[in-house]
């Protein structure tokens, strides 16, 4: 049984009528892609295998395979390579249940930035400013959701950044403000995980799946689902 679903080139693997296997942000994504709309390429796991994880505590045997197979697909069509220092891929991971559940559960944004992949994007986007930026809010969100680092510590340290540098809004702070804070953001990771900020962009992918993963599991989404009636066997 299909358990990655592939959606580019204008060609989706799916419906908007397979909602219980691709969730419904899978599904119209699908569909949005075989309309013709010029939606990102992309990758959908199915709802099962995170059901499957959440009963083991381990991906199904197999998806690692399948995902790096899908994924191959996904850099082709975007010309971009995961982790790539001169090209390279950023990605989303976010949840997409079979019945929505706004803001319930857990999303990744800007993955595969690592201290070579930011200098691409540097060059990419004529802004290292923007690249960095982009990099210390990826530290911030997956040392918050994937490597449980209180998100007040991230929080603190920025205040702090813009006292020092004499600005109120985050949007002021310069390149080299943003360059220390990268550094000083996978410092705060270092001290309460014990470990370095992970820069293999495959590690940070399976990282923020299990996290989404895991979330569908948060009080917040299992308190939604029995106000909502849905039930906790859909998986996400």
């Known amino acids: 049984m299909q358990s990655v679903f592939f959606l580019g080139n204008g060609k989706a693997d799916g419906t908007r009528d397979m909602k219980t296997v691709l969730g419904g942000k899978g599904a119209n994504l699908a569909e949005m892609t075989n309309l013709g709309v010029p939606v990102p390429p992309g990758l959908t796991i199915s709802c099962a295998c995170c059901v499957a994880y959440l009963r083991e505590g381990r991906a199904p045997e197999g998806l ?21 220092p001169k090209n390279p891929l950023l990605v989303s991971v976010r949840s997409g249940a079979p019945v929505s559940m ?4 857990e999303t990744i944004l800007n993955l595969g930035l ?34 449980g680092v209180p998100i007040h ?13 004499g600005v109120k809004t985050d949007a002021e702070l310069d390149e080299a403000a943003l360059r220390n804070l990268v550094e000083e953001y996978k410092g705060i990771v ?7 900020f992970p820069m293999d962009p495959h590690q ?6 299990e996290a989404v993963w895991k979330s569908w599991t948060l009080k917040k989404a299992v308190d ?9 066997s859909l998986g996400t």
């Open 64 to 84: 690692v395979a399948d995902v790096n197979a899908q994924l191959a697909r996904v850099q082709e069509a975007a010309g971009r390579v995961l982790g790539d």
């Open 102 to 105: 706004p803001g319930m559960m």
């Open 114 to 147: 690592n201290d070579r992949s930011v200098l691409g994007l540097a060059q990419q986007s004529g802004s290292p400013r923007f690249a960095y930026d982009s990099y210390r809010r990826f530290i911030q969100m997956y040392g918050d959701v994937v490597l």
């Open 153 to 165: 510590d991230f929080e603190h340290l920025l205040r702090a950044k813009r006292i020092v540098a």
């Open 190 to 196: 270092r001290k309460a995980t014990g470990a370095d």
């Open 204 to 209: 940070q992918l399976w990282g923020a799946i």
């Open 224 to 232: 939604y689902r029995r106000v909502n009636g849905i039930s906790e």
